[in-house]
């Protein structure tokens, strides 16, 4: 691995590191959900980071279906705090 993985893979563990700290810690369910988007998007590019070392595709389904399930958990979430956590409208 060459030095830009390792400082690559630094970052990325203290990123998630943090968030789950503020997962843990976070006074509300929007911090905790902000947190837990950022940490899906630290894993994603902990596996795009991997996969750009490796010299390989095989995780591109992987990568493009955690940041949709990511990307649609976030804005079901925002859209029921948004509705004062009542039932969702249309």
Do not use: K, Q
Request: aromatic share 6%.
């Amino acid at each position: 691995m060459t030095f830009v993985g390792y400082v690559c893979a630094v970052f990325l563990g203290l990123t998630g590191i943090m968030c789950l700290i503020r997962i843990v810690r976070g006074p509300t369910m929007l911090d905790r959900t902000i947190a837990a988007d950022v940490f899906v998007a630290a894993c994603v590019g902990a596996i795009g980071v991997e996969a750009a070392i490796g010299r390989h595709s095989t995780t591109l389904p992987i990568l493009v279906a955690l940041a949709l399930i990511a990307f649609l958990g976030s804005v079901s979430i925002a859209r029921y705090a948004a509705h004062g956590g009542g039932s969702v409208r249309s």
